[in-house]
């Protein structure tokens, strides 16, 4: 699963998730990391099996770690089918198929929210 | 010799037995029956662009009001609209954007509600006259209480656009989209093969008086757009079509982060195949359309080419810039485009559209001009300070205190031995470096990522940066990276000063 794990200013100084990875031996692969002084934000994959016991560790330390599980919605009425959102998405979740008709894989996404700005049609949402 | 007449192609389609095709299965048939068969098997070829169209409007007539208004200002939706017509005429462009919500919502949206039979807030205001003395009018109406609702689009179907990148090391967002830095996207516009421009590149059948497909209905080109630019193949059309016949699958309002709102407009145009010539044109391919990708990390009008390309290309997904595959998106629908063609086809095929010759030839030649400015902008040249103090990159922090002390200038530009700026270093770097106890040589204190200027660029541009980054100042390079001097935000108040 996907998940997304804060780190606020105090902690920031802390190497709070090689401590987690190292405690727990769980895997963390990180798909985005944005850090600097002041916050840190990552997303990351984790086997279904393992969060709670990585969720713990990486909390005791100070973290906010929540479930990525709102992927984004397109609204296929509003949308157009243009492709916009293809080229600004970091994870690949849209795609033509043979016909144009726009794919979206929302289990790869990471709710950045990098494709609700690209599109003209206000078709893309984070789900409820 | 193929020879057909637009009179004997429209009996077919009276009597059931025309035989027409879309500009992508044209491809195929030319290639397997040659040019020759293929102007004789076929007699129209359909094109289809579903895309972005900035320049489309509408010029609507509200009916007169009891007691009789001259309207000199009007609103719907909070969109202003163009009223200096006649009394109850007014123009209301796709572009224009509501005085309450911003460019969330425009005159294309305006345009989309009325389409959809939504009611509109009508807001008008007037001077009063004899014969109009009423000054103020607030009303509601739907398309259906308009007299006449015709879309007329100055510019519309471009014969094909040049895609965008963005070198800069910020997301830029643009009218061609999210824009990623370092070359992180293309974005580009257009149907490609379905283009209808691009099928027919010297104008043979369209032109003044085309019935097309427009939104869904049947309408007309009008004459050839605004800045038509036929010698570099970027020609555009003028179109209208009555926005009551249309239907909202093929007429779309958008709105661009941080640009504003556009129109996605529907055209289909019919290409009567009189004679080879004309079926070659229509054989046109992706990969025989080539466009510029421009690099908008360059606010100037004339952008920097950074490739030139294909749609076949474009369309592929990625393009490579610089050794790396790009990612492209497409900003038109080309499953719209195919879906406008095949619908212009059963028309056609149904005997419910006939097709018809131009009255007049579009232009053939020439370009769209550049802005006459008599007003000179500004250049940073002009406005900066020729006197700037540098300091080589290992001297001492406290030459550097020095240097600030004696000259009383707080930026002091950091050069290489050869003279190439490599740093800046303010007094507030100096300050830092005393407060943390280092006093090596300065190169280990200054800032190294410094923002710099061009002598020649625009002073709009330099305080636009100065104002995004937060800095107080810039040093002004030539292409050596020899500092010219600099230009700080007093120097450009000291300019606006001036001006009024």
């Known amino acids: 699963m996907k998940i997304k794990i804060s780190i606020p200013t105090e902690r920031i100084h802390n190497p709070i998730i090689s401590e987690s990875i190292i405690e727990t031996g769980i895997l963390l692969n990180i798909m985005v990391a944005n850090i600097d002084s002041t916050y840190g934000e990552l997303i990351a994959d984790v086997k279904d099996s393992r969060f709670?016991?990585?969720?713990?560790?990486?909390?005791?330390?100070?973290?906010?770690?929540?479930?990525?599980?709102?992927?984004?919605?397109?609204?296929?009425?509003?949308?157009?089918?243009c492709g916009a959102c293809i080229s600004v998405c970091p994870m690949n979740v849209y795609a033509f198929d043979e016909t144009w008709s726009l794919c979206v894989d929302e289990k790869k996404c990471i709710q950045c929210g990098m494709c609700i700005k690209m599109c003209p049609h206000g078709a893309l949402k984070l789900g409820e | 010799m193929v020879k057909k007449s637009v009179h004997e192609i429209n009996k077919k389609i009276e009597d059931g037995s025309v035989s027409v095709v879309t500009a992508e299965e044209m491809v195929g048939i030319v290639e397997s029956l040659g040019v020759e068969g293929a102007a004789r098997e076929?007699?129209?070829?359909?094109?289809?662009?579903?895309?972005?169209?900035?320049?489309?409007?509408?010029?609507?007539?509200?009916?007169?009001?009891?007691?009789?208004?001259?309207?000199?200002?009007?609103?719907?939706?909070?969109?202003e609209a163009y009223s200096g017509l006649a009394a109850v005429d007014a123009y209301l462009g796709a572009a224009q954007i509501s005085d309450t919500r911003g460019i969330q919502y425009g005159g294309a949206h305006v345009i989309e509600d009325l389409l959809r039979g939504k009611e509109i807030n009508v807001h008008a205001t007037s001077y009063g006259t004899d014969c109009y003395p009423r000054k103020v009018l607030d009303?509601?109406?739907?398309?259906?209480?308009?007299?006449?609702?015709?879309?007329?689009?100055?510019?519309?179907?471009?014969?094909?656009?040049?895609?965008?990148?963005?070198?800069?090391?910020?997301?830029?967002?643009?009218?061609?989209?999210?824009?990623?830095?370092?070359?992180?996207?293309?974005?580009?516009?257009?149907?490609?093969?379905?283009?209808?421009?691009?099928?027919?590149?010297?104008?043979?059948?369209?032109?003044?008086?085309t019935r097309i497909f427009i939104g869904g209905a049947q309408g007309y080109v009008i004459g050839n757009g605004t800045q038509h630019s036929p010698s570099s193949g970027f020609g555009t059309l003028m179109l209208k079509g009555n926005l009551k016949e249309m239907n909202p699958d093929y007429l779309r309002a958008a709105s661009f982060t941080g640009y504003g709102t556009t129109l996605y407009m529907g055209i289909g145009i019919p290409i009567p195949i009189l004679n080879e010539k004309i079926a070659a044109s229509t054989a046109v391919r992706d990969e025989d359309i080539t466009t510029s990708v421009l690099d908008y990390a360059v606010g100037s009008k004339d952008k920097p080419v950074v490739r030139q390309v294909n749609y076949a290309e474009l369309r592929s997904g990625s393009v490579q810039i610089e050794g790396k595959d790009v990612l492209t998106s497409s900003l038109s629908s080309f499953k719209n485009a195919r879906k406008i063609a095949n619908e212009l086809k059963e028309w056609v095929k149904h005997g419910k559209f006939f097709i018809s010759a131009p009255v007049e030839r579009l232009c053939c030649e020439g370009s769209a001009k550049s802005m006459k400015q008599t007003q000179a902008v500004p250049l940073v040249k002009d406005v900066m300070s020729d006197f700037i103090v540098t300091i080589k990159k290992n001297q001492t922090v406290q030459d550097a205190a020095k240097k600030i002390w004696e000259n009383s200038f707080n930026h002091l530009a950091v050069i290489s031995d050869t003279g190439e700026l490599v740093g800046i270093l303010t007094a507030w770097d100096i300050s830092k470096a005393v407060a943390e106890n280092i006093f090596d040589s300065v190169e280990s204190v200054m800032t190294k990522k410094v923002l710099t200027c061009a002598p020649n660029e625009p002073v709009d541009l330099a305080a636009r940066r100065l104002d995004r980054y937060g800095v107080s100042a810039m040093p002004v390079i030539d292409a050596q990276k020899r500092v010219l001097g600099i230009i700080t935000s007093d120097n450009i108040s000291k300019l606006l000063a001036r001006r009024y």
């Open chain 1, 52 to 81: 709670d016991k990585i969720k713990n560790a990486l909390e005791s330390r100070g973290a906010i770690v929540a479930i990525l599980d709102r992927p984004i919605h397109r609204d296929e009425e509003e949308c157009v089918e």
């Open chain 2, 42 to 79: 076929v007699d129209v070829v359909t094109t289809g662009t579903f895309g972005a169209m900035c320049s489309s409007g509408l010029m609507l007539n509200l009916g007169h009001s009891e007691p009789p208004i001259k309207i000199q200002k009007v609103w719907f939706n909070n969109v």
């Open chain 2, 139 to 209: 009303t509601t109406i739907t398309l259906d209480d308009l007299n006449e609702a015709a879309l007329l689009n100055p510019r519309n179907a471009y014969q094909k656009y040049a895609a965008a990148t963005n070198s800069s090391k910020r997301i830029l967002n643009t009218y061609m989209g999210e824009l990623l830095p370092n070359f992180g996207n293309v974005t580009y516009s257009g149907a490609g093969v379905l283009s209808p421009l691009s099928n027919d590149p010297t104008y043979e059948t369209i032109g003044t008086g």
